[in-house]
């Protein structure tokens, strides 16, 4: 048994699946929820009914709604919130004692940008404004192909530990390493976070591809899927270099090239479902615009980080003059600026304008 106890703040998929992981291997773990029913669900019936279904997990791991309760006194805290939701969640534990004196280790699994009067930032950084001092270079991010299903069946993944400093790097990556699950440590916060974040924005728009190759085939074919692949990737790059990336490796790792390529292709992944929808069911009738759509985002059902990601990369793309047109392209569409039916011309044409 592991002496070590863990918070995880966010009772979804993710979450819930690092959760397993660790009260597999004997780790006292809890989750925070945001709703009863979730948390009475894992502490009583060991199941998280509503975002991991069918998977019974540890009794060492229960769940609680007070969040100040589940930050307190842990060895390690694990922020595991939708992008939208992660600041305020921030802000209501930089007050609990073990962090506000620097106690806690903080290991971040949240993808995407946050908007705050500062502008668009990455995760890291704006959090490291936020919590106390201690914290500044101490952040560890954690990222990779990691459909949160298959890490709960225990199907052989990888993950990347990233902080700037490679002791916390190393101490994420023996808690979360177990049988199933691989983790390998980088310096890279910043170029793993642009690709945990600008994956889901490529995702939406291997959805819409995939969806109109479905329906009508046309010119879209396994080739138009490669090329999209291989351009979102470059535009992956291009904006982890213009944000500061330090490892160019980084992007053909398996936080970037294979993160992209799970999201992108898996049968589990929301932002391509997102993207087939748009073009299958007319998702995005009820938005006048993007704004509009993330507003009530959670009414999808579901949350495809990929929608924020987008409003976001687009103020980077215009603040740096990035070209980027895949990115671009599935802005306009998903701000009704653009028909999705013209997505593979939008999308691949090389233009961002």
Not at 190 to 204: E, H, L, R, Y
Not at 224 to 240: F, P, V, Y
Not at 326 to 349: F, H, M, Q, T
């Amino acid at each position: 048994m592991s002496t070590h106890h863990v918070g995880i703040i966010g009772a979804g998929a993710w979450g819930t699946a690092i959760a397993k992981i660790l009260g597999d291997k004997g780790v006292s773990v809890t989750i925070w929820s945001y709703e009863q029913e979730v948390a009475d669900s894992i502490t009583r019936q060991h199941s998280n009914d509503r975002y991991l279904p069918g998977f019974t997990l540890p009794d060492s791991v229960t769940a609680d709604t007070d969040l100040t309760a589940v930050a307190a006194d842990k060895d390690y805290l694990i922020i595991a919130t939708p992008s939208l939701f992660t600041l305020p969640t921030i802000r209501s534990i930089v007050t609990v004692p073990a962090i506000a004196e620097g106690r806690t280790s903080i290991g971040i699994l949240t993808k995407g940008f946050i908007t705050t009067p500062r502008g668009t930032r990455l995760i890291v950084e704006t959090l490291e404004d936020y919590l106390p001092g201690f914290y500044k270079g101490n952040l560890t991010y954690i990222s990779g192909p990691s459909h949160a299903e298959e890490v709960a069946q225990g199907k052989l993944t990888g993950l990347i530990s990233a902080s700037q400093n490679p002791k916390k790097s190393i101490l994420f990556r023996n808690l979360l390493n177990s049988p199933t699950l691989k983790v390998f440590s980088s310096l890279d916060t910043i170029g793993v976070q642009v690709c945990g974040a600008m994956k889901n924005v490529v995702a939406i728009a291997f959805g819409m591809l995939d969806a109109l190759y479905e329906r009508s085939g046309g010119i879209v074919g396994d080739n138009t899927e490669s090329l999209l692949l291989a351009a979102g990737l470059n535009e992956i790059q291009t904006m982890g270099m213009a944000l500061g990336s330090t490892h160019p490796e980084t992007f053909t790792s398996i936080a970037g090239v294979g993160d992209l390529d799970v999201t992108c292709r898996s049968q589990y992944g929301r932002n391509r479902r997102f993207g087939r929808e748009i073009i299958l069911e007319n998702k995005l009738a009820p938005y006048a615009d993007i704004d509009a759509l993330i507003a009530d985002i959670t009414g999808l059902g579901y949350l495809p980080e990929g929608a924020v990601a987008a409003r976001a990369a687009w103020t980077v793309i215009q603040q740096r003059g990035l070209k980027m047109p895949v990115s671009a392209g599935v802005y306009k569409i998903l701000n009704r600026e653009a028909d999705p039916d013209n997505a593979v011309e939008l999308i691949l044409s090389g233009r961002s304008e």
